[in-house]
């Protein structure tokens, strides 16, 4: 039952994502087709498609979910996404996501913590040169 309702959850989530993805403005690539919607677009097709797929599946499988230690570590990184989404409109883009990424890898994995620490530090702020200098998007910086 959970898996039918999270795929028409999924499929609901990749409807709205493509409609707010056809309002995003034209980029330089626009003779190809290819502007800033062209990747969310694309991503929330897949999503569509796989989201069908497996609402189909879930009449075919006929497992019984019980809650473990990894669901309720789902539930966790679902709840840290939200409040992802939330901390980058106040605090911008970096800092929200380094406090993301530890909390992710803490939560799914606590035997490294110099390891993740570094990597939680490192990846965002390459993501960040990458979108900032090389591709010239701007990303969140929050009101700090």
Not at 9 to 17: A, E
Not at 89 to 110: H, N, P
């Amino acid at each position: 039952m959970i898996e039918k309702v999270f795929s028409i959850f999924l499929l609901l989530v990749s409807l709205i994502g493509y409609y707010l993805a056809r309002g995003f403005e034209s980029g330089f690539m626009t003779d190809n087709g290819l502007g800033a919607g062209f990747f969310p677009k694309l991503v929330c097709i897949i999503l569509g498609i796989l989201s069908v797929l497996m609402f189909i599946k879930s009449f075919k499988d006929k497992n019984i979910y019980k809650f473990s230690k990894h669901n309720k570590n789902t539930f966790i990184i679902i709840g840290l996404c939200v409040v992802y989404l939330f901390l980058m409109e106040k605090i911008g883009y970096l800092l929200a996501t380094i406090i993301f990424s530890i909390s992710v890898i803490m939560t799914l994995d606590r035997k490294n913590i110099i390891m993740s620490i570094v990597f939680s530090i490192i990846f965002p702020i390459g993501i960040y040169y990458l979108f900032s200098k090389v591709f010239n998007v701007s990303l969140p910086t929050g009101i700090l």
